[in-house]
């Protein structure tokens, strides 16, 4: 299993401004993944960070407006830049254990106004 | 490219009464099943999985899901439910290392 710690649970930012997240895992990990969760909806991933080379962004979401660091195997930040009242969510880090099963962190949860 | 669908958006049910949850996948290889739940204004916590083996798997909870292949379906059953029961409920697929890829989630909402 992982433990994963997220910081901060929660927040709220003025428009145009920028957030920092950050993960923290209790062990190694080769992926992180940092997922959106829009009010009323389900997860969607942002991107997957892999320590040592760039985030992978799936469709939709651009490294401008959400840029992700991977500094070592236990550790990832990600930015949510440019804050508009759209982007108020809940944001999970997660990592998978053994490569069959996913844990996530509480979350973020985000109000932009 | 993986994709769930979780066939209701919202399920009534009494208490005491039988629920199911349904959810059905499509993959183009072999894949991993998962449900997880969110109680409000909490974090996600897995229910149960597939992974391989006996189809059908079970929680400490009372919850069951049955992997059928050749329907690719992954429904959620508890025979009798709790209010405490009251959560929102996601179905997930993940390929071998990959990523997990959710469905919209179901609000079983269990009523006295």
């Known amino acids: 299993s992982a433990v994963i710690s997220q910081k901060p649970s929660r927040d709220i930012c003025q428009r145009g401004t920028s957030l920092t997240i950050q993960c923290q895992v209790d062990s190694q990990v080769t992926m992180m993944f940092w997922y959106r969760q829009q009010p009323g909806q389900s997860l969607t991933l942002i991107a997957t960070a892999n320590q040592g080379s760039e985030a992978t962004y799936e469709s939709g979401f651009v490294i401008d407006k959400f840029p992700i660091s991977r500094p070592n195997l236990t550790f990832s930040t990600l930015t949510v830049s440019n804050m508009s009242p759209e982007d108020s969510s809940i944001y999970l880090c997660s990592v998978n254990s053994g490569d069959t099963e996913a844990f996530f962190g509480q979350g973020t949860r985000l109000t932009v106004v | 490219a993986q994709s769930v669908t979780q066939l209701d958006s919202q399920v009534p049910v009494f208490e005491e009464a039988p629920v199911e949850l349904r959810c059905n996948y499509s993959s183009s290889v072999s894949v991993y099943l998962f449900w997880y739940v969110q109680y409000p204004n909490q974090g996600l916590q897995l229910l149960l999985k597939y992974l391989s083996g006996s189809t059908l798997v079970k929680s400490i909870n009372g919850f069951e899901a049955e992997f059928n292949k050749s329907q690719t379906s992954f429904h959620l059953r508890k025979p009798s439910v709790h209010i405490s029961d009251t959560a929102e409920y996601f179905c997930?697929?993940?390929?071998?290392?990959?990523?997990?890829?959710f469905g919209a989630g179901t609000i079983l909402r269990v009523k006295s």
């Open positions: 997930a697929v993940m390929e071998y290392g990959n990523k997990l890829v």
